[in-house]
């Protein structure tokens, strides 16, 4: 099990979200601290000024996150809708 981490301008995002984006963001994030096992989960690694990083996909939302083997965390930068991420 992996220990999450998450940056300030990602729980701002979180906390202006209505409930039921919240549960739903939320558990993805969740599912995000068991990473060997996740068969139901869109992720990607991905390139250019992102690189290095994975991305989460919830709807229309994406979760950036990079993962530390070493040390077991996993570490969300940024929450943000499609359009405004990339």
Do not use: P
Request: without cysteine; glycine residues 6%; positive net charge.
């Amino acid at each position: 099990m992996y220990k999450l981490l998450i940056e300030r301008k990602a729980v701002k995002f979180l906390s202006k979200l209505d409930a039921k984006s919240y549960r739903i963001i939320s558990n993805a994030i969740n599912k995000l601290a068991y990473f060997g096992d996740l068969k139901n989960l869109d992720i990607k690694h991905l390139k250019g000024k992102f690189t290095g990083m994975m991305r989460l996909r919830i709807g229309s939302r994406r979760v950036l996150f990079t993962v530390d083997q070493i040390r077991k965390e996993i570490k969300i930068w940024i929450i943000e809708d499609r359009g405004d991420i990339y």
